[in-house]
């Protein structure tokens, strides 16, 4: 039986190698990189996965030097603005995980404007982490699911594993069924550790921009061989 997952998520690495492998700069490697996330948006959509998630920006991409920052920051916009027709033609959701609030101001305003224009969306959830990491994800939910038992005079022992995932960034996204780590690393970097859970991981040695339909649908195809047994 081949079972398609419901929601796959990447997390994208390589782009740098990809660029320094042809002596090009690290941004030409981001660049080639959002054109991989258009390809694999397109490919995902025709494929019926429902739900993609793609780790963009770390809580730890900051400490890259300046320049390269904001060459991902100015990527990410013209993404949006690229591709916010293209969206809505297919019926894609977009969504944001990660802290937006030391995003650029004209990218967070982009983004909650796509989420916003997209919000009835139906035909598959694209979410991006932005200034994602899981650490402090859970740290800010469990800040408000702290205050929200205190405000209704309750205490941590009410806390159950539901109430507190409704706090999470991906509160209403399944958890993956697939995590695809691309360019030969094998670790999850501080992606999804809570939604991990159960999640079937698949590494690819091809660096993120050389991800192509071909990989993604061997990924498909491993990931259909495999027997899930969450814990059972
Ligand atoms: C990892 O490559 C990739 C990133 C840090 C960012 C991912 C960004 C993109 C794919 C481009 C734009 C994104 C969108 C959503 C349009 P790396 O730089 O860590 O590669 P390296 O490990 O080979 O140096």
Excluded at 151 to 170: I, P, Y
Excluded at 202 to 212: I, K, L, T
Aim: net charge neutral; charged share 25%.
């Amino acid at each position: 039986m081949n079972t398609l997952p419901k929601h796959v998520a990447f997390i994208m690495d390589g782009n740098g190698r990809w660029a320094e492998a042809r002596n090009l700069p690290r941004a030409l490697g981001h660049r080639a990189g959002a054109e991989s996330v258009r390809r694999a948006v397109k490919f995902a959509r025709l494929r019926g996965i429902q739900f993609l998630t793609l780790y963009a920006f770390s809580t730890e991409n900051w400490s890259r030097p300046g320049e390269e920052v904001d060459n991902l920051m100015e990527l990410m916009a013209s993404f949006l603005a690229s591709e916010l027709p293209g969206l809505l033609e297919n019926g894609i959701r977009l969504k944001v995980l990660g802290d937006r609030a030391a995003l650029p101001e004209s990218l967070g305003r982009r983004l909650s404007e796509a989420e916003g224009l997209t919000a009835g969306m139906t035909g598959m959830t694209l979410s991006l982490a932005i200034n994602y990491g899981s650490r402090d994800e859970i740290i800010r939910a469990a800040r408000r699911a702290t205050d929200c038992l205190a405000a209704s005079g309750r205490t941590g022992g009410q806390l159950t594993q539901d109430f507190f995932a409704s706090f999470l960034d991906t509160a209403g996204l399944p958890d993956p069924d697939l995590i695809i780590r691309t360019a030969g690393e094998m670790r999850l970097s501080n992606f999804l550790l809570w939604q991990a859970a159960y999640a079937e991981l698949f590494f690819s040695r091809r660096p993120w921009p050389d991800f192509g339909e071909d990989d993604f649908e061997e990924a498909l195809r491993e990931y259909g061989k495999r027997t899930r047994k969450f814990g059972a």
